[in-house]
Structures are given as structure tokens and as C-alpha cells.
């Protein structure tokens, strides 16, 4: 996997320099780190979303949850923690193609300090959902009922989230892939497979970061024509309506102005 990219392709020379003039490779490098104007997070489809994070222990709050059906009486994990599973949580419209499970865990004993939380947002399966999961939801009151019982614990250590995102192909050109594989670049041993490869998967880490986006994963899928996009980043909790995450929100938009661009239409 080529972790350069298009970025790094301007960098690329003889021993002695780059091959292109200062000016030249400047105007270049600001051009392709000028993000694009604002754009909406709703123009990528969500697959899948998660965000994990620790919270002090409250016990009402778990008390609240331990009542749902899901949760059988002493069911602990094999190292020890007691384990409630809440959800799926259905979206409140009827239009609402997402669910969310959670899984809260905390340590066996009389004085737990802490409570884990495991929130994972899903595509709902297709079809009517059973009485047993609508009735659960009226009693958790869905999503603005889960928030509710989140906001009643302190969670002073940020999240860890990680979302997993297609973005349309037909309207959408990555700044990145697909491309061919030069003799120049390092992966050319590919051509000893054959002619005609391309790049069309790129990765990036930042190893130091603490906070912000720390990996970042574009697959060009060619049916059905999407880039499929994964980001993992760490951050403050926040919990928007209508099963949102703001913060992964967040990051959809920075990706999708750097490393996107619209592709104009004739009409």
C-alpha cells in the first residue's frame, strides 16, 4: 500500500533535488492542501460507526439498563466484568435507516469506579422490527432516552471513535486514487506482474496523535463505484440528535475537503 500518494509524488527527484522548480512545487503543494469549501457530511453514506469510551459509575443509570430483557440476572464476562447490552435502539423517524447497540461493562464487586461504554452505530436489517425490540425502545425512550441516562455520568477522557463511510464515485473524485503505477515510484516491482496495475487503496497513520483523526483508510471499490473510507480518531464524547455523532460528523466533513473534490457535471 502506497502511504505517499499524490502528495508525495511532488517530492520525488533526482539525489540532488526534486525535479520540479521551488515555485512550481510550492504552488502545487498549496493548491493540494487547500481544503474545499465547507461541505455536508450527508453527502457520504455511513456503514458503520462506533465510539468506546470510560465514564465514573453510576448506579442508577446501570440499574436503568440492567432492567431490559436482554440482561440476565449474575451474567458476567469470563474476565470478570459484568456485561449489559442495551438495543437495539431504533431511530425515531420512520424514514430512520440506523440502529445503535451499546455495550456497558463494569468490574464485578460492591464499589465499581467506572463504567466502559461500547456505542455502535449500524444499518438497520430490512424489514419490520420485532414487538419485543419496539417495546424496549418505549421503555429506554430510544435514543434521546440513551443520551439521557449518558449525560448523567462524567466521561472526562476522550472517546475513541472509528467510522467506516462510502462516498459516491460518480460525484465524487479522490485527490489520491485511483492512479496507475509508475516505474518511478517504489511499488513499480509491480509491473514485473504485469502492465496495467493501479493504485486504488492508500492508508496514512499518525503514530504521536492524541487527539484528531489518527488513521486514515480510502478503498476504491469498483461495483458498486464507491470509495469506501475508514477513520479512526479520538475526541471529546458528543452525542447529536437523531443518532448522530457530531464528532464523527466532523470528520467526514475535514476528509471529504481534503481529500475529495466534486466532479462537475455538463448539464
Given at each position: 500500500?502506497?502511504?505517499?500518494?499524490?502528495?508525495?509524488?511532488?517530492?520525488?527527484?533526482?539525489?540532488?533535488?526534486?525535479?520540479?522548480?521551488n515555485?512550481t512545487?510550492?504552488?502545487q503543494?498549496?493548491?493540494?492542501?487547500?481544503?474545499?469549501?465547507?461541505?455536508?457530511?450527508?453527502?457520504?453514506?455511513?456503514?458503520?460507526?462506533?465510539?468506546?469510551?470510560?465514564?465514573?459509575?453510576?448506579?442508577?443509570?446501570?440499574?436503568?439498563?440492567a432492567?431490559s430483557?436482554?440482561?440476565?440476572?449474575?451474567?458476567?464476562?469470563?474476565?470478570?466484568?459484568?456485561?449489559?447490552?442495551?438495543?437495539?435502539?431504533?431511530?425515531?423517524?420512520?424514514?430512520?435507516?440506523?440502529?445503535?447497540?451499546?455495550?456497558?461493562?463494569y468490574?464485578?464487586?460492591?464499589?465499581?469506579?467506572?463504567?466502559f461504554?461500547?456505542l455502535?452505530?449500524?444499518?438497520?436489517?430490512?424489514?419490520?422490527?420485532?414487538?419485543?425490540?419496539?417495546?424496549?425502545?418505549?421503555?429506554?425512550?430510544?435514543?434521546?432516552?440513551?443520551?439521557?441516562?449518558?449525560?448523567?455520568?462524567?466521561?472526562?477522557?476522550?472517546a475513541?471513535?472509528?467510522?467506516?463511510?462510502?462516498?459516491?464515485?460518480?460525484?465524487?473524485?479522490?485527490?489520491?486514487?485511483?492512479?496507475?503505477?509508475?516505474?518511478?515510484?517504489?511499488?513499480?516491482?509491480?509491473?514485473?506482474?504485469?502492465?496495467?496495475?493501479?493504485?486504488?487503496?492508500?492508508?496514512?497513520r499518525?503514530?504521536?496523535?492524541?487527539?484528531?483523526?489518527?488513521?486514515?483508510?480510502?478503498?476504491?471499490?469498483?461495483?458498486?463505484?464507491?470509495?469506501?473510507?475508514t477513520v479512526?480518531?479520538?475526541?471529546?464524547?458528543?452525542?447529536?440528535?437523531?443518532?448522530?455523532?457530531?464528532?464523527?460528523?466532523?470528520?467526514?466533513?475535514?476528509?471529504?475537503?481534503?481529500?475529495?473534490?466534486?466532479?462537475?457535471k455538463?448539464?
Open positions: 500500500m502506497d502511504r505517499r500518494g499524490a502528495c508525495g509524488r511532488m517530492f520525488q527527484g533526482s539525489a540532488a533535488g526534486p525535479t520540479q522548480t515555485s512545487t510550492s504552488r503543494l498549496r493548491a493540494m492542501t487547500t481544503p474545499l469549501p465547507d461541505v455536508s457530511p450527508s453527502q457520504a453514506t455511513i456503514v458503520d460507526a462506533y465510539a468506546t469510551w470510560v465514564s465514573n459509575h453510576v448506579a442508577d443509570v446501570v440499574s436503568h439498563f432492567a430483557p436482554a440482561n440476565p440476572q449474575n451474567v458476567t464476562s469470563p474476565d470478570g466484568d459484568v456485561v449489559l447490552r442495551i438495543g437495539p435502539i431504533l431511530g425515531s423517524s420512520p424514514d430512520s435507516t440506523l440502529m445503535t447497540n451499546v455495550h456497558l461493562a468490574e464485578a464487586g460492591d464499589a465499581p469506579a467506572e463504567l461504554w461500547h455502535h452505530i449500524s444499518r438497520q436489517p430490512s424489514g419490520s422490527p420485532p414487538d419485543s425490540i419496539v417495546k424496549e425502545n418505549v421503555r429506554l425512550g430510544g435514543w434521546d432516552g440513551l443520551v439521557h441516562q449518558i449525560k448523567r455520568t462524567q466521561h472526562p477522557k476522550p475513541r471513535y472509528r467510522v467506516i463511510f462510502d462516498i459516491d464515485a460518480s460525484n465524487w473524485a479522490c485527490r489520491m486514487l485511483p492512479r496507475p503505477v509508475p516505474s518511478a515510484m517504489d511499488d513499480a516491482c509491480m509491473l514485473g506482474l504485469g502492465p496495467d496495475w493501479q493504485v486504488e487503496q492508500i492508508g496514512y499518525q503514530p504521536a496523535a492524541d487527539l484528531g483523526i489518527t488513521e486514515l483508510a480510502i478503498v476504491f471499490l469498483h461495483d458498486p463505484n464507491v470509495f469506501r473510507v479512526h480518531a479520538n475526541g471529546g464524547l458528543e452525542l447529536g440528535a437523531n443518532m448522530t455523532l457530531p464528532y464523527i460528523n466532523n470528520s467526514i466533513r475535514s476528509v471529504m475537503r481534503y481529500c475529495f473534490q466534486a466532479i462537475t455538463e448539464p
